[in-house]
């Protein structure tokens, strides 16, 4: 099982699940990030470094890469953070529409809604995106536990 989050830059949001996605799932199930605009070979924000540092995650060896056809290929399921994202995703790699999911919709405790950027914004902006970032990659761990993938 192979799992891609994405955002813009793939500096703050999209690094920042993949580095706690990690952390959540066993190492059965991959898990990689890329951004719609990213710069390649940016590396994280200071913020994410820091707010991911203090849940024990070490960021500092990632290195932003831009979205591609190919990187869509490998995964199984393509988690962007906002419904912009998934709107371009999907108008851009339909034949990739099956796998393309907002992590806002793998709630089924809270309504859906989108990881807002904290790029530019103070730590404790970065410390609420990262909760909610948590917060729903447990739902699709608990999704794919109950599918028995995950394991």
């Given at each position: 099982m192979?799992?891609?989050?994405?955002?813009?830059?793939?500096?703050?949001?999209?690094?920042?699940?993949?580095?706690?996605?990690?952390?959540?799932?066993?190492?059965?199930?991959?898990?990689e990030?890329?951004?719609?605009a990213?710069?390649?070979?940016?590396?994280?924000?200071?913020?994410?470094?820091?707010?991911?540092?203090?849940?024990?995650?070490?960021?500092?060896?990632?290195?932003?890469r831009?979205?591609?056809?190919?990187?869509?290929a490998?995964?199984?399921?393509?988690?962007?953070?906002?419904?912009?994202?998934?709107?371009?995703?999907?108008a851009?790699f339909?034949?990739?529409?099956?796998?393309?999911?907002?992590?806002g919709?793998?709630?089924?405790?809270?309504?859906?809604?989108?990881?807002?950027d904290?790029?530019?914004g103070?730590?404790q902006?970065?410390?609420?995106?990262?909760?909610?970032?948590?917060?729903?990659?447990?739902?699709i761990?608990?999704?794919?536990?109950?599918?028995?993938?995950?394991?």
């Amino acid at each position: 099982m192979r799992l891609l989050f994405v955002c813009t830059g793939n500096t703050c949001r999209s690094p920042m699940a993949e580095g706690l996605a990690r952390k959540i799932f066993s190492p059965n199930i991959q898990v990689e990030s890329a951004g719609l605009a990213a710069w390649e070979g940016d590396s994280a924000s200071s913020q994410a470094l820091e707010v991911l540092r203090e849940k024990g995650i070490d960021l500092t060896s990632h290195r932003a890469r831009r979205v591609s056809r190919e990187i869509l290929a490998e995964a199984d399921w393509i988690i962007p953070m906002t419904a912009d994202q998934e709107k371009r995703l999907l108008a851009m790699f339909p034949e990739f529409n099956s796998q393309i999911k907002r992590l806002g919709a793998w709630s089924t405790q809270v309504e859906d809604y989108d990881i807002i950027d904290p790029w530019g914004g103070s730590v404790q902006v970065y410390r609420k995106s990262a909760e909610d970032i948590e917060f729903l990659i447990r739902e699709i761990k608990r999704y794919l536990d109950n599918l028995g993938e995950s394991r």
